[in-house]
């Protein structure tokens, strides 16, 4: 369909393929190359349309017609600044869309027919403001993830001199492809370098009960303007509630905690103090940065712990000529076998630190190996596309499993140790039986490459994780779909489930640890601590701990049930590679990329 823009037309829908509308005869493609195909909505200054670009094989785009109301067009010092600020929007989109990629980019700003018209990147995604519509609050990890993603966008534009002055619901797009929220509509932005406001001319500075009281009295702002609207944003992302109901003018305060518990909600006491300080009426109470608020909301208290919680390392093994890739403890704690980019296979006393057995046969790197829950037999997934059983005790090959057509990235044993699962980079996963070699049955639904399997403690399920950033859970019998886990931003490396079954852990490129809550699919805690991708993640024995191994070279160990940080391990001088615990949780083993593996104890 061909939308005519002449706000005057009484039918604006056109056929496909028409030049020149049926209805009034206006030119329908701008400048020969841009074709409106339906309304996006409408503001003070004008109307925005889904467009296509036709000498880009028809791109998607979107065209900002600059059509203020008629109030405006009847006021010549309002409608020049009306003018001012639709090529203000022109000139920040080209300064700063073309430097971040949460921000539009400028394609064309141009007249036709004594109209202004932009064209920019179209965002495919949802409105923020959707959400509102459908009543779908946000969590504390929903309003954790936006704020994480959206104030470095913030600092960036503030950096720049530029105030956004209209932060909202609407006005932020939570981008389809990869989760990023983008920030749209620099309509009334302006620079930290004008001295007086919009109130001159009459026109409305920011959106009304968004905006805070400064932008409307004085028609000043600063970066805490941004911020204070920010926080309203999130504030009624969380309740869902109108914001007349939120703000109480009498006491001149918000109510949004007392609406949250009114639905049984909660926050924790460090969001909601970063909140409140977002949402201060005076300018020199708040934050005065993006980078303070980031700062507040990441800093974790933890007091110093207790004995019983640190941690030593007492011994590096060295013998490995590249990367450890995997560890793995047998189910007695006494032999701990690592997987290299060496291709070989080695076999460890873990309390002396004794090289047992060295094994080889693999034509590529060993990714990923398992020991059987009888402690008896070893596999190993590699670069060569194979999977090979061993005899622990002698280091014998028993068989050799063949079916990937690419990498195996992991494997690992079921519970009774009869069958084994695998993934893959040629985005399958795999079960087979142990003892005959026979491939049991295909698992497909990834759109990357496999990087981590793990069995549930019943046996009953496989969870799998992928370069296409989800977690995918599956039933072991049928081989059926249970759900898909959403929510890292970068490619998942590493599952686990907790010995209850009830939480599934996931490691991933995005800097994260997330805990799913597997009975409802929802994040309970992000654990942020890293400043590098976090490679491999492993439950205690307990459950009580988890630990996770990231390229920043450290391990750290979280409590699981609050999502607190208990210790950080150091000492590796390149990324880390794998985690595993000892069956009694005193102990635990980590490769890495400088070639080492080290064992850590528990004091």
Request: net charge positive.
């Amino acid at each position: 369909m061909s939308y005519c823009l002449n706000s005057g037309c009484n039918k604006p829908q056109n056929p496909v393929g028409t030049n020149f509308c049926t209805s009034c005869g206006t030119k329908l493609l701008l400048k020969d190359r841009y074709r409106a195909i339906a309304p996006l909505g409408e503001g003070g200054f004008g109307k925005t349309f889904l467009a296509e670009d036709v000498d880009r094989l028809k791109a998607p785009c979107v065209i900002k017609q600059f059509l203020p109301v008629p109030e405006i067009q009847g006021n010549s010092a309002a409608m020049q600044k009306a003018t001012q600020l639709f090529e203000q929007e022109a000139r920040q989109l080209l300064q700063l869309g073309e430097q971040h990629p949460q921000i539009p980019s400028l394609f064309a700003y141009f007249e036709q027919d004594k109209r202004l018209y932009l064209v920019q990147q179209y965002i495919e995604g949802q409105e923020l403001g959707q959400n509102l519509e459908r009543q779908q609050a946000f969590t504390e990890e929903q309003i954790r993830d936006l704020l994480n993603d959206l104030l470095p966008v913030l600092q960036f534009v503030h950096e720049h001199q530029v105030i956004h002055r209209d932060i909202k619901p609407t006005n932020i797009i939570k981008r389809k492809r990869d989760g990023k929220f983008v920030l749209i509509d620099f309509g009334i932005s302006k620079k930290l370098t004008v001295g007086t406001g919009l109130t001159k001319t009459g026109t409305k500075a920011g959106t009304e009960g968004y905006a805070p009281i400064e932008q409307f009295r004085s028609g000043k702002a600063y970066p805490a303007s941004d911020l204070y609207s920010l926080g309203v944003t999130c504030i009624h992302l969380l309740t869902a509630t109108k914001l007349d109901e939120l703000y109480d003018p009498l006491e001149g305060c918000w109510l949004w905690k007392e609406h949250l518990r009114e639905k049984g909600k909660n926050v924790s006491s460090q969001l909601s103090q970063v909140l409140d300080k977002l949402l201060k009426d005076y300018v020199k109470e708040r934050y005065q940065s993006a980078a303070e608020v980031l700062k507040d909301l990441n800093a974790v208290s933890t007091p110093p712990p207790p004995k019983s919680q640190n941690w030593r390392c007492v011994h590096t093994l060295i013998g490995h000529s590249s990367w450890v890739r995997s560890i793995a403890i047998s189910p007695n704690g006494q032999t701990l076998a690592s997987g290299s980019n060496d291709k070989t296979i080695k076999l460890w006393q873990v309390d002396s630190g004794k090289l047992i057995h060295t094994l080889t046969g693999h034509s590529s790197w060993v990714r990923s190996i398992a020991i059987s829950p009888d402690g008896q037999t070893l596999a190993s997934g590699s670069g060569d596309s194979t999977i090979k059983l061993w005899q622990v005790d002698s280091g014998k090959l028993i068989r050799t499993f063949t079916g990937h057509s690419r990498w195996v990235h992991s494997v690992v044993f079921s519970p009774d140790g009869q069958t084994l699962a695998s993934g893959s980079g040629d985005k399958t996963m795999k079960l087979w039986q142990v003892g005959s070699g026979k491939l049991i049955r295909d698992f497909t639904g990834h759109l990357d490459y496999i990087f981590s399997v793990a069995f549930s403690p019943d046996g009953q399920s496989l969870a799998s994780c992928s370069q296409d950033y989800t977690i995918k859970l599956w039933q072991v019998g049928s081989g059926k779909l249970i759900q898909t886990l959403t929510g890292h931003l970068s490619r998942v490396y590493s599952v686990a489930f907790s010995p209850d079954g009830q939480t599934l852990a996931s490691a991933s490129g995005d800097k994260t640890i997330k805990i799913w809550h597997l009975e409802t699919g929802k994040v309970i805690h992000s654990l942020t601590r890293y400043s590098n991708s976090v490679s491999s993640v492993a439950f205690s024995p307990d459950g009580q701990t988890l630990a996770g191994g990231s390229e920043d070279k450290t391990i750290k160990i979280w409590h699981s049930e609050t999502g607190k940080l208990i210790y950080s391990l150091t000492g590796y001088s390149n990324s880390v590679c794998s985690v595993a615990f000892s069956p009694d949780g005193q102990a635990l083993a980590s490769g890495s990329e400088d070639k080492t593996i080290k064992i850590w104890q528990r004091d």
